[in-house]
């Protein structure tokens, strides 16, 4: 089992401030993905990330993915309180059939 | 975006009996779809893979006689909890990828079980 780690796991922040959540792992992926899950529902893809150093943005979140493709962050700028939820990487290695999912990041943003 | 609904979205049972749960992708066909279970306040673990057509491909340690697959459609997988027991509460994902895409997964809305 590939192991992606995810940092921090827990993060609780003011309405407003900036945040960045890192996922890491020793594995090379061909594409990475990022979802936000909220309590009782199933993740949701925020963004997919393919070549080693791309950088994307989905209005307030950045998704960078790392130049060797083995990490990717996530950065939330100004965030709000409908950005609480856990955030999840996930990698997909070249050949396996499935994704390999990070350990998670549960945000909560205090308006 | 592409649709995967589970059913039930909760269900509660007794100790000893049998619970199914649902997964189709509603408006692609998928050759493969995957089971997970998640703890409270943790990540996604994978349980199995499920193939239309052939064997199901468990994880290291899940029980194939616990956890039965019937994968007979490219748009539906049944996920049986057999004799569930207490610990067997969790909250169940499917997801699927459909057979011609970008390989992105979607996922089902999850289903809340909980043995008494």
């Known amino acids: 089992t590939q192991l992606l780690e995810q940092s921090p796991q827990f993060l609780s922040i003011q309405e407003g401030e900036n945040l960045t959540v890192y996922c890491n792992s020793s594995?090379?992926?061909?594409?990475l993905q990022w979802y936000r899950q909220e309590p009782g529902e199933g993740p949701v893809l925020l963004v997919t990330?393919?070549?080693?150093?791309e950088v994307k943005k989905l209005k307030r979140l950045t998704f960078q993915f790392g130049d060797a493709r083995k990490d990717s962050s996530l950065h939330i700028t100004a965030a709000q309180p409908g950005d609480t939820g856990l955030y999840l990487c996930?990698?997909?290695?070249?050949?396996?059939?499935?994704?390999?999912f990070g350990t998670g990041t549960r945000l909560t943003v205090i308006p | 975006g592409a649709v995967v609904s589970q059913h039930p979205s909760r269900v509660i049972c007794k100790s000893g009996t049998s619970v199914k749960i649902e997964c189709r992708s509603l408006?692609?066909?998928?050759?493969?779809m995957f089971w997970y279970r998640q703890f409270p306040k943790q990540s996604l673990m994978l349980m199995v893979t499920?193939?239309?057509?052939?064997?199901?491909?468990?994880e290291q340690g899940v029980e194939k006689d616990k956890f039965l697959i019937n994968h007979a459609s490219l748009t539906l997988s049944t996920l049986t909890v057999t004799s569930a027991h207490p610990e067997d509460s969790s909250f169940y994902i499917c997801?699927?990828?459909?057979?011609?895409?970008?390989?992105?997964?979607?996922f089902g809305e999850g289903s809340r079980l909980t043995v008494l």
């Open positions: 997801s699927a990828r459909p057979s011609r895409g970008t390989g992105e997964l979607f």
């Open positions: 594995s090379v992926f061909s594409s």
């Open positions: 990330v393919v070549t080693g150093g």
């Open positions: 996930a990698g997909d290695e070249t050949g396996a059939n499935n994704l390999f």
């Open positions: 408006d692609f066909q998928a050759t493969t």
């Open positions: 499920s193939n239309e057509g052939s064997k199901a491909t468990y």
